[in-house]
């Protein structure tokens, strides 16, 4: 296991668009964030999945944005219409939360550039 | 409203010296607190962490230090080193939220030889 794969890596797409990214996490792992950093911030929350339920969204998460863990798997998560406000790094993170915390595994993220 | 605050968007330090990087935080149910490393294109790397219930984690050359009265806490490099050179991001977890992170906004660190 090589960690979290997040795919693709670099995204450009015009206004009005949809996009859709992966993630892979570690195979063990029982929950599954993904987060959004803009230019001169640190990430921000967006949504959580513990195995395959969606049990946290944000209000950063508007109704053109969904995400998904089939399986309990991979996830994705799906931009429709895209906006110029949505260009951000959107980074997928997981961690097996059972008997402590200790942090989580981010990916390299997908960068995501909206012209 | 800014949780977790790190006030100084960069920091240059001597090869060898140490290096201090701080963190403020208003929220008092933060109860866990970690420390990442971020290189350019790549994602958060987890450096160290510490839990409310101790004042002080040592992994090698990096030591975090937290002060719950001042809802303060800094990591210590020592010995810094140039390929310690990246952003550094504090960042809060609160009882009950999931283990739902909050970040500030980073530190740039650059570690001259």
């Known amino acids: 296991d090589t960690g979290v794969s997040q795919d693709p890596r670099h995204k450009i797409t015009k206004r009005g668009q949809n996009v859709t990214f992966r993630c892979d996490p570690i195979?063990?792992?029982?929950?599954l964030y993904w987060y959004r950093q803009t230019l001169g911030q640190g990430p921000e929350f967006l949504t959580y999945f513990q195995n395959e339920a969606q049990l946290e969204k944000s209000r950063l998460l508007s109704d053109r944005f969904s995400a998904e863990r089939p399986k309990g798997s991979f996830s994705t998560l799906e931009i429709q219409r895209t906006e110029q406000g949505d260009s951000a790094m959107y980074l997928c993170?997981?961690?097996?939360?059972?008997?402590?915390?200790?942090?989580?595994?981010f990916g390299s993220g997908t960068r995501l550039t909206v012209v | 409203d800014q949780q977790v605050k790190q006030n100084s968007p960069s920091l240059s330090v001597q090869e060898g010296r140490i290096s201090i990087l701080n963190c403020d935080y208003t929220?008092?149910?933060?109860?866990?607190f970690l420390w990442y490393k971020k290189y350019p294109a790549e994602g958060p790397t987890f450096l160290i962490s510490?839990?409310?219930?101790?004042d002080k984690n040592e992994d090698g050359r990096f030591t975090v230090f937290l002060n719950k009265s001042a809802k303060h806490l800094s990591l210590h490099i020592v010995p810094s080193q140039p390929g310690d050179s990246a952003v550094y991001f504090c960042?809060?977890?609160?009882?009950?939220?999931?283990?739902?992170?909050?970040f500030g906004k980073g530190t740039l660190l650059t570690v001259n030889p």
């Open positions: 510490i839990s409310s219930i101790k």
């Open positions: 993170a997981s961690s097996f939360v059972q008997t402590g915390f200790y942090g989580y595994t």
């Open positions: 960042a809060a977890s609160a009882r009950g939220s999931n283990y739902k992170l909050t």
């Open positions: 195979s063990e792992h029982n929950r």
């Open positions: 929220n008092s149910m933060f109860d866990y």
